[in-house]
C-alpha cells in the first residue's frame, strides 16, 4: 500500500475540504495529530485465520466518509468491513468509490448479508444480492462474505446461505465465508445463546471467519470461542470493543431523578449507592475523562495476539489518531488493574449484550438484550439516530410493562445490571 505523509498544513487543509464535501465536523481541535505532527500508521499485521491474508490489527468497521476511510487506509488499515444494510447499500457504494483508484490485493474487503430483513432468501437471492454488493464495492470479487447478525442455531446451518457461498465461491466472486453474531433474536427464531450460536457455527466447519462481541466486562466467553476458532483456525473479527460509556446515560438518569414507577421508586436508593461507587471510582483513579479507560479496553483486546483484528469505526479524523495510534500496543500493568477493578466494582453499570439470560424470565418478553444493545449504539458509540431507528422497529420494545414489574429479569442477570432504570431511559431518549 502507497504510504503518504501528510504534515499538520495538508492535513489540516485536506481535513477542512472533506468537511466541507461531506460534512464531518473537522477543525484543528478535533483534528488532533500525533507529536511528530503526522497521523500514525498501523504497526501490526495478524494473520486472519486459515485466510493466510495478513491484515491490520485495527480494521476498519462502518466507513462513515470517504476521505476518512481513505485516510486511514493510508495510515496502513487494509481490512474494511461493510454490509449491503448498512445505509441501504450506501455504505458498500462508498467503498467501492474509495477502493477503486487502490491496487485490490493490499486491500481486504468484507460485507454482509443480512437474513433477517424478511426478504425471500433462496439461494438465488443470496447469490443475487452478493452481485448487487460486487458492483457497489466496484470489485471483481468480495475476500470475505459474511451473514450478518447470525441470530440462531439454526441459521448457522442455513442451506441457502451456504448453497450461495459455494456458487460464489466456485465463479470466483468471494473467497471466503464468515458469520457475525451479536446475540439471539428468541422472539423470532428459537436459538441458545450468543456463545452457544458462534460454538456451532465453529463446530459447523465452513466458516472461515467469526465476528463476534468481545471485552473486558466479558473476557471469559469471548477468550472461549476465540480459542475453540483457534483449535479450527478460523480467524476473529472483534466488535463491542468498548463496553463503558453507559456511564454517563446512569448518571444523567439518577441527576435528573425523574419519576419513576412505583415499584422502580423502590430500587432507586440502590442505584443511588451504585452511582456512589462510581464516583469513588473515578475519584480513586483520578480519571476527568473516559480516555485511558478507553484505550486500556482496546489494548486489552489487542493483548490476545489469537484476535486477528477489532473493527473501529472511523468517524472523522480524530478517529483515526485515537484507533490507529493504538495498533501493535499492548495493555500494561496499572492500565489491567484499573480494568480489572472497574469490571469488579462498576460491572453493573454495563451490559455484557449478548447473554440474554434475564430474557428468558421476562414474563413479557421484552428482548432486554437488544433494547440494552440499541442503547449501547446511542450511548457508547454516540450513534443515536441509528440506534432510534432499529429500537422503532424492534417489535415488542414497549418497556411500559416495566413500571409495573417486579423485576424479575434484574434478579436473573448475573451482572446485577440495573435493567429497569436502563430501559426506561432506552425507551425515553430512542424512542
Ligand atoms: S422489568 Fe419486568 S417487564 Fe421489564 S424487562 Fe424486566 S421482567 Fe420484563
Ligand atoms: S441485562 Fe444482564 S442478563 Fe440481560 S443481556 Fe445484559 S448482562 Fe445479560
Not at 355 to 367: I, R
Not at 399 to 408: E, I, K, L, V
Request: with cysteine.
Amino acid at each position: 500500500m502507497k504510504s503518504q505523509r501528510l504534515n499538520r498544513r495538508e492535513f489540516i487543509k485536506t481535513s477542512a475540504a472533506s468537511a466541507i464535501g461531506f460534512g464531518i465536523a473537522c477543525n484543528d481541535s478535533i483534528c488532533v495529530l500525533n507529536q511528530s505532527g503526522e497521523l500514525p500508521r498501523i504497526r501490526d499485521y495478524r494473520r486472519l485465520g486459515r485466510t493466510g491474508a495478513l491484515i491490520s490489527d485495527i480494521g476498519s468497521g462502518v466507513p462513515y466518509s470517504e476521505p476518512v476511510l481513505k485516510t486511514a487506509i493510508d495510515r496502513g488499515v487494509n481490512f474494511i468491513e461493510t454490509s449491503e444494510t448498512y445505509s441501504n447499500g450506501n455504505n458498500e457504494i462508498l467503498v467501492g468509490n474509495v477502493i477503486k483508484n487502490i491496487e485490490r490485493e493490499k486491500l481486504f474487503i468484507t460485507t454482509k448479508v443480512n437474513l433477517t430483513l424478511g426478504l425471500i432468501n433462496s439461494s438465488d437471492d443470496i447469490a443475487a444480492r452478493a452481485e448487487e454488493s460486487l458492483k457497489r464495492l466496484n470489485t471483481p470479487h468480495i475476500d470475505l462474505y459474511m451473514m450478518h447478525q447470525a441470530q440462531s442455531i439454526v441459521r448457522v446451518a442455513d442451506r441457502n446461505f451456504h448453497k450461495a457461498c459455494d456458487r460464489l465461491k466456485k465463479e470466483g466472486k468471494i473467497r471466503f465465508r464468515g458469520l457475525s453474531c451479536h446475540g439471539t433474536f428468541w422472539w423470532q427464531e428459537p436459538g441458545g445463546t450468543l456463545e452457544d450460536i458462534l460454538m456451532a457455527a465453529i463446530d459447523d466447519g465452513r466458516y472461515d471467519v467469526l465476528f463476534f462481541p468481545y471485552n473486558f466486562l466479558e473476557p471469559d466467553m469471548g477468550e472461549r470461542i476465540i480459542q475453540a476458532c483457534k483449535s479450527k483456525d478460523i480467524g476473529t473479527m472483534i466488535m463491542k470493543s468498548n463496553p463503558i460509556s453507559v456511564f454517563e446515560g446512569y448518571e444523567d438518569i439518577l441527576n435528573r431523578g425523574e419519576k419513576l414507577g412505583i415499584l422502580e421508586q423502590r430500587d432507586y436508593e440502590k442505584k443511588q449507592v451504585q452511582m456512589g461507587k462510581a464516583r469513588d471510582f473515578f475519584r480513586k483513579y483520578r480519571l476527568d475523562d473516559r480516555d485511558k479507560l478507553e484505550k486500556g479496553a482496546y489494548r486489552f483486546i489487542l493483548t490476545n495476539k489469537d484476535v486477528s483484528t477489532i473493527c473501529c469505526r472511523f468517524r472523522n479524523f480524530s478517529d483515526i489518531e485515537k484507533y490507529v495510534g493504538l495498533s501493535g500496543t499492548t495493555l500494561d500493568t496499572p492500565t489491567a488493574g484499573l480494568l480489572s477493578d472497574f469490571r469488579e466494582s462498576l460491572g453493573f453499570l454495563n451490559c455484557r449484550i449478548g447473554c440474554n439470560q434475564c430474557e428468558k424470565s421476562c414474563p413479557v418478553h421484552l428482548p432486554v438484550g437488544t433494547i440494552l444493545r440499541y442503547y449501547y449504539y446511542s450511548q457508547s458509540l454516540k450513534e443515536r439516530e441509528s440506534a432510534s431507528r432499529q429500537y422503532r422497529a424492534l417489535e415488542g420494545h414497549n418497556t411500559d410493562a416495566c413500571r409495573y414489574c417486579r423485576g424479575s429479569c434484574e434478579k436473573a442477570c448475573p451482572n446485577d445490571i440495573a435493567i429497569r432504570v436502563l430501559l426506561a431511559d432506552a425507551n425515553r431518549s430512542l424512542c
